[in-house]
């Protein structure tokens, strides 16, 4: 870890722990396991590297999504510590979603690669399902691979539980309104895309039931899955209520720029 995490993040869990009486030992294996994830948000004094909402620039050859575009990333700023994911080093990944449904549930959507130097243009402007344009900058965060919410000890972290606590007490992660979140873990508001994702590739996942398989072969195993990005979509359904709409794929496929198995989740307050 960095400087800028240490003074920024480290610190401030390190002092939050102390407080509570966690065991430096304890502290310093649950910092080991940090990891990095970007957030991209139209205000703050990070470089520009993505664009939220607009028409999307696509190749001649590649037709447009029957979604609305809800990002563009720009792949070549962002740093290689950004995140833990194997993105690509240039390029672009535009991040689709449907404009109608309901929280908490299944959603549609995809996600392209637009490849650097490509022949790419943006088609007309049209004010049906575009969001206005925004910048969108960039700020690294570190994140636990245990999600708070779990609130559990396990035999690598005894005091799990105050530690999950002391992270999250010591933390801010303003996702904000037309932010995006690559990488790192999902933010739950009521069922986890990952898992929610696992269910869908598997029929046979004992997870609420049985929802519609996501296209695709032989489905992943349940560590490969990934959360590629969330993003903010209060403004989407239920009414201007809290959405995240979680973009979700194995972590080969997302090596290999293969999008036909994204899983899009929407996730409601």
């Keep these: ?19 509570q009486s966690i065991p430096p030992a304890d502290v310093e294996r649950w910092i080991s ?19 939220w909402g607009g028409n999307p620039w696509l190749p001649a050859d590649v037709p447009h999504p029957p979604f609305t575009l809800v990002a ?3 792949c070549a700023a962002l ?6 994911l194997p993105l690509p080093s240039d390029g672009q990944l535009l991040l689709f979603s449907d404009d109608l449904g309901d929280a908490c549930c299944d959603f549609r959507g995809t996600v392209l690669y637009v490849p650097a130097g490509a022949a790419a243009a943006e088609p007309p402007w049209s004010d049906d399902g575009t969001w206005p344009v925004e910048s969108l900058r960039l700020t690294i965060a570190p994140y ?14 005894p005091r799990g539980k105050d530690l999950a606590r002391a992270w999250e007490d010591s933390q801010e992660y303003p996702l ?7 990488g790192g873990c999902p933010i739950v508001l009521n069922n986890g895309p990952l898992d929610t994702a696992l269910g869908a590739a598997d029929p046979t996942a004992s997870i609420g039931g049985t929802p519609a398989p996501v296209p695709g072969t032989e489905p992943p195993k349940d560590e490969d899955w990934v959360l590629l ?15 995240l709409i979680s973009w979700v794929i194995p972590r080969q496929d997302l090596a290999k720029l293969r999008f036909d198995r994204v899983y899009v989740h929407l996730d409601g307050a």
Excluded: W
Aim: proline share 10%; no cysteine; hydrophobic share 30%.
């Design 176 to 182: 904000g309104e037309r932010g995006v979140q690559l």
């Design 33 to 51: 396991g940090l990891r990095p994830f970007a957030t991209l948000l139209p205000y703050g004094d990070g470089p520009v590297a993505g664009r």
């Design 229 to 243: 990005a969330s993003a903010d979509g209060t403004d989407m359904v239920n009414g201007g209520e809290q959405n």
């Design 1 to 19: 870890m960095g400087s800028t995490y240490s003074q920024k993040f480290i610190d401030p869990f390190r002092a939050q722990a102390a407080e």
């Design 72 to 74: 563009s990333i720009d």
């Design 144 to 157: 636990h691979p245990l999600h708070p919410a779990d609130d559990s000890n396990i035999p690598e972290h």
């Design 79 to 84: 740093p290689a510590e950004a995140t833990d």
